[in-house]
């Protein structure tokens, strides 16, 4: 059973900062690119930053780049996502995936785990 446990969320200033952990249960994590995601309240879930499994490959969305960094330790199984200069707008639910190749989408999800940023 493949479990993907976020961690890491919860309540912060603007200009704060937070980071999230995901630890997945995935027997080759290191073929897997492993993204992270957020969804609003009212909005549909958006892409936020992914990383392939050497690590050294990563993707951003624009209101990510130069604030957030998104990383892995493979010898953890773990995907972490380092968020500075909060906004409120970055209130969300994020959640991590696991993209395995070839397949056309992220395969697994995790439950998620609320940020909110206060003003």
């Known amino acids: 059973q493949v479990q993907l446990v976020e961690s890491g969320g919860g309540l912060v200033q603007a200009g704060g900062s937070l980071r999230l952990s995901c630890a997945a249960s995935?027997?080759?994590?290191?073929?897997?690119?492993m993204a992270w995601f957020r969804q609003a309240p009212g909005k549909e879930r958006e892409f936020v930053a992914s990383?392939?499994?050497?690590?050294?490959?990563?993707n951003y969305a624009d209101s990510a780049k130069g604030r957030f960094t998104i990383s892995r330790d493979n010898a953890k199984n773990t995907v972490y996502l380092q968020m500075n200069s909060l906004k409120p707008e970055d209130t969300a639910v994020y959640y991590c995936?696991?993209?395995?190749?070839?397949?056309?989408?992220?395969?697994?999800w995790g439950r998620g785990t609320q940020v909110t940023v206060s003003s």
């Open positions: 995936a696991a993209d395995y190749p070839w397949t056309g989408g992220y395969d697994y």
């Open positions: 995935l027997r080759t994590f290191t073929t897997y690119t």
């Open positions: 990383v392939r499994g050497s690590g050294s490959n990563t």
